[in-house]
């Protein structure tokens, strides 16, 4: 397994217009959650403009399947969204653990 990570970028009038499309949203998230492929997901705050999802699996094409069929990216909300790899090393669910 590896991580990745999305990053979204939201629209100026995001939290405007999520309410509409917040349930599917998280639906989807804990539904990817429990078949272990999303690790963490949150909104940054101060200001509230891009989230960071964590995903935890063998192929990225994951996260772009989950992006694409997100209402928040359908919808407009996320005008702009990435996919890195993340190379963790460190904590108990590093894909590539290093100790000292």
């Known amino acids: 397994m590896a991580h990745y990570i999305l990053r979204y970028t939201y629209s100026e009038d995001y939290l405007a217009r999520r309410e509409s499309f917040r349930a599917e949203h998280l639906q989807r998230g804990w ?11 949150g909104a940054l705050a101060e200001p509230a403009d891009a989230a960071l999802l964590i995903f935890n699996v063998d192929d990225p094409q994951t996260v772009v399947e989950f992006a ?26 590093a894909a590539t653990p290093l100790k000292p």
Do not use: N, S
Request: no cysteine; charged share 20%.
């Open 68 to 93: 694409q069929q997100d209402p928040y990216v359908i919808h407009g909300l996320v005008t702009d969204w990435e996919i890195r790899p993340w190379t963790t090393v460190i904590g108990e669910h």
């Open 31 to 41: 539904a990817a959650h429990a078949r272990g492929e999303l690790f963490l997901a």
